[in-house]
């Protein structure tokens, strides 16, 4: 079956500090990964997703840039911390073109910058 | 891109009463998702609808796209405390990559 990994699960990180979260899948191939952000009272935001390995593609402009080394991990990364990038990260995968078919989501990372 | 309304964005309810939580789009919907999500993790899938009028149940849960595809309506009947989290309603792209966007979500309790 199909699994997917998210970590860690919090942190706790100053400002102007870096940041790399790592999200792997398994069970699958070839999936579409997803970066998801949940800040505190809004909605869940479309951050990046990829369809393939070096395929990003951005949804939002920010300070956080998204990387896809291989077919089944995905990594967030900042080289500053603001502030503002507190939230609830959450890593997804879906398989597939269209079609209608779930996405999987991972536990989540609860980032507090301070 | 997709706009998503949900509403109420908060409902408190008595356990073992019915209640609904409402979904609306700016654009016709190519793939409606519910999920749900226990406070602080991760995001839970519900039910998927893609055909205007279709209606899908699971347990106390039912959920309904209108004919038109521009509204769903998730409708927990009898509520218990175990209903309690957030729910998301999310719309699929027409990209064609399965990207989903979500609404800002409804935070529902349920007091024994």
């Known amino acids: 079956s199909q699994t997917i990994h998210q970590w860690p699960a919090t942190l706790v990180q100053p400002v102007g500090s870096p940041l790399s979260l790592e999200c792997t899948v398994e069970g699958t191939s070839n999936p579409n990964l997803y970066w998801y952000r949940q800040a505190a009272g809004r909605g869940l935001q479309l951050l990046f997703y990829s369809v393939g390995i070096g395929q990003i593609s951005s949804e939002v402009p920010q300070n956080l840039s998204a990387s896809r080394p291989q077919d089944r991990q995905f990594i967030l990364s900042s080289k500053k911390l603001l502030l503002s990038d507190s939230g609830f990260y959450l890593c997804?995968?879906?398989?597939?073109?269209?079609?209608?078919?779930?996405?999987?989501f991972g536990q989540g990372t609860r980032l507090t910058v301070v | 891109s997709q706009e998503l309304e949900q509403s109420p964005q908060s409902l408190i309810v008595q356990e073992g009463k019915n209640l609904t939580i409402n979904c609306t789009s700016s654009?016709?919907?190519?793939?409606l998702y519910w999920y749900k999500q226990k406070y602080g993790e991760g995001l839970i899938f519900l039910m998927m609808?893609?055909?205007?009028?279709e209606e899908k149940s699971h347990e106390k849960i039912t959920a309904k796209l209108d004919e038109k595809k521009q509204q769903s309506s998730l409708h927990i009947t009898a509520s218990q405390p175990s209903h309690a989290g957030i729910y998301l309603c999310g719309a699929e792209d027409s990209g064609g990559y399965q990207k989903v966007t979500f609404g800002t979500g409804t935070k529902l309790q349920v007091i024994p």
């Open positions: 997804a995968w879906g398989v597939g073109l269209g079609g209608g078919t779930e996405a999987f």
């Open positions: 654009k016709t919907l190519y793939g």
């Open positions: 609808l893609q055909k205007g009028g």
